[in-house]
């Protein structure tokens, strides 16, 4: 079975009603084909960006992580558990070859002992991002002021805790006081504050130091509009996202960036597989010896998929939202 929109979105949070499911038939496995069964599907904020350029219906697509269950391909084997971008399906019969839309070859995440969920958040794409967006573009120096925004979602709780460990002051912001408690008690941020509650983004984080030397951005929008504005000279933006514009048919407003800052856009596809699986295995020490923490929520059940995708989008969770099939 797999999910297709049905319907156009008609707001930011789309309506359980515009997805719908389609049974499919598969033939037998041919050539170096395999046969995947789902453990958990992704759910993720560029699933609501990519929905509007898409005529409707389409399969829903997004991460997922399960086991082969049949396979003709020696590389993927039985009982081989594998990371492919199939969509939001139960089974999925794959070959073996970099899907079209992000050019990713499936995967074996060798998670240990550590939960399997995780390899589609802190040990998957968004680990990759995290890491190698906030290492690689902000470059960040011991002492820097690092700030983050969505700050305890999936990527922004990981680039914090990188901060930290690279010797940062880290500010954050977050959409709830639960969130606020949980970067500043739970993962150590210097600071962090409640974006819906803050009045003055700008004289709130200058209240606390001169300026910001590295931004992960993952809302763009009118809080970017705010943060860039303490940027100190030859700071640096990493554009990693722009979640409150997501949906949007007004342009994203660019703020107004001030001199010698170097704003930077990427995508985590943009580094080599190489690179992507040693930030992966990075992650892994790091978490196996505490150093970082992911936290997660597990929906149970495939026919909860939109309304976790729904819940991820309202902001109703810490960390990353995976549905358990
Ligand atoms: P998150 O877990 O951060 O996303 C969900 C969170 O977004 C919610 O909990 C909510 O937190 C916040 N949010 C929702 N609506 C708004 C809004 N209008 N304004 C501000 N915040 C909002 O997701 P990820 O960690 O997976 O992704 C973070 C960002 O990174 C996204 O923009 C995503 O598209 C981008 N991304 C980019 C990649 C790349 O290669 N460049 C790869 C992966 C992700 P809150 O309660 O704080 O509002």
Not at 5 to 13: A, M
Request: glycine share 10%; aromatic share 10%; hydrophobic share 40%.
């Amino acid at each position: 079975t797999k999910y297709v929109v049905k319907k156009p979105f008609k707001d930011f949070l789309p309506e359980p009603e515009d997805f719908g499911t389609k049974h499919e038939n598969f033939d037998k496995l041919k050539n170096d084909q395999f046969l995947v069964k789902a453990e958990y599907i992704s759910t993720d904020p560029y699933l609501r960006s990519f929905a509007n350029k898409r005529a409707v219906p389409y399969d829903q697509f997004g991460f997922q992580v399960g086991n082969v269950v049949e396979s003709l391909n020696p590389e993927y084997p039985v009982k081989m558990t594998v990371v492919s971008h199939s969509g939001w399906r139960d089974y999925a019969v794959l070959n073996g070859q970099p899907d079209d839309m992000f050019g990713i070859k499936p995967y074996d995440p060798q998670i240990g002992k550590l939960p399997l969920s995780l390899a589609l958040g802190a040990l998957g794409m968004p680990g990759i991002t995290a890491y190698l967006g906030f290492l690689e573009i902000c470059k960040p120096r011991t002492g820097d002021v690092v700030c983050v925004s969505s700050a305890a979602g999936t990527v922004g709780s990981l680039v914090g805790q990188i901060a930290k460990m690279k010797g940062c002051v880290v500010i954050g912001f977050a959409g709830s006081p639960e969130k606020v408690q949980y970067l500043r008690d739970e993962l150590g941020f210097n600071y962090a504050y409640d974006y819906k509650a803050v009045k003055d983004v700008k004289a709130t984080i200058l209240s606390v130091c001169n300026g910001i030397d590295c931004y992960f951005d993952n809302v763009g929008g009118e809080l970017s509009a705010g943060i860039v504005q303490c940027m100190k000279r030859v700071g640096r933006i990493a554009v990693c996202g722009s979640i409150s514009t997501y949906g949007s048919v007004v342009d994203q407003k660019m703020p107004i960036i001030p001199h010698n800052v170097k704003v930077q856009s990427f995508s985590f596809t943009q580094w080599d597989w190489e690179q992507q699986m040693a930030a992966i295995q990075q992650l892994k020490a790091w978490m196996q010896i505490g150093s970082i923490k992911a936290k997660e929520t597990v929906v149970q059940g495939f026919d909860q998929l939109p309304t976790a995708l729904i819940g991820l989008l309202r902001g109703d969770n810490i960390g990353k939202v995976v549905v358990k099939v």
